[in-house]
């Protein structure tokens, strides 16, 4: 007698047929349980995953070699930067360097001064022998600093203004002192001194012009004296 088999419920399995059956009804459709048609194909729809996270732009080791490097060259910017800024050679142009003055911008021997603005001097021409103030001369150009060496006002030269019986003058603005033409010596006024000049080195003297030195490092501090300090310059006639 063949032996039942239950499972663990006390139940008996159900028979191999009966398995099979059930299977083909629940993997078939209802269309094709009504001839319909065939069973319609699975659609699969694309789903968005999230994008993954992006890593750092710049990394932890390149952030701090970065910041170390730049650390150094402060250190030593600021340990040899005044030194370079002190050796690089400078081309200087117009006041506190060579200034050029054309030939034609230069006043004949015993003429009125002219203004150089891009040097803050005037240029004056005195011709040969003893000027109205006493002083003795060779003759030639002279640069006279603009700038009153009383407390700094500019100069102006005054062609009208007449002082102790002559006509044409320096005479500042502010306080009133005065320097002659040839060659702005002090004769009035609260200035400590004369107007201070402007070297004309002579190797520096063409035919085409001349160049003056100017700023406060190539000024010489005018006196009594300024007259004798005049340059010849060639093609010019000093003697009156
Ligand atoms: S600033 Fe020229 S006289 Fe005082």
Not at 161 to 177: A, D, I, M, T
């Amino acid at each position: 007698m063949a032996e039942e088999r239950t499972d663990q419920n006390g139940q008996q399995p159900p028979q191999q047929g009966v398995v099979l059956r059930v299977a083909r009804e629940a993997t078939t459709t209802v269309a094709e349980k009504r001839g319909i048609g065939p069973r319609p194909a699975q659609v699969s729809t694309p789903v968005a995953s999230p994008a993954p996270k992006p890593g750092p732009i710049v990394s932890r080791r390149v952030m701090v070699l970065g910041g170390f490097w730049t650390a150094l060259g402060l250190a030593l910017l600021g340990v040899f930067g005044p030194q370079l800024d002190f050796l690089y050679p400078r081309r200087v142009r117009g006041f506190g360097g060579p200034v050029f003055v054309p030939r034609n911008q230069i006043p004949e021997p015993g003429g009125d001064p002219v203004r150089n603005f891009e040097g803050r001097f005037w240029l004056v021409h005195l011709p040969a022998g003893t000027t109205p103030n006493g002083e003795q001369t060779q003759g030639g150009v002279l640069a006279l600093w603009q700038k009153c060496p009383h407390l700094g006002c500019t100069v102006p030269w005054r062609p009208d203004f007449v002082f102790q019986g002559r006509k044409g003058w320096f005479r500042c603005p502010c306080h009133g002192s005065t320097y002659t033409k040839e060659g702005g010596v002090r004769v009035f006024g609260p200035a400590p001194r004369s107007m201070d000049t402007f070297r004309i080195p002579e190797d520096r003297i063409q035919d085409t012009g001349i160049v003056v030195l100017t700023g406060p490092n190539n000024a010489v501090l005018g006196g009594p004296d300024n007259p004798s300090r005049a340059v010849r310059l060639p093609g010019f006639n000093y003697e009156s």
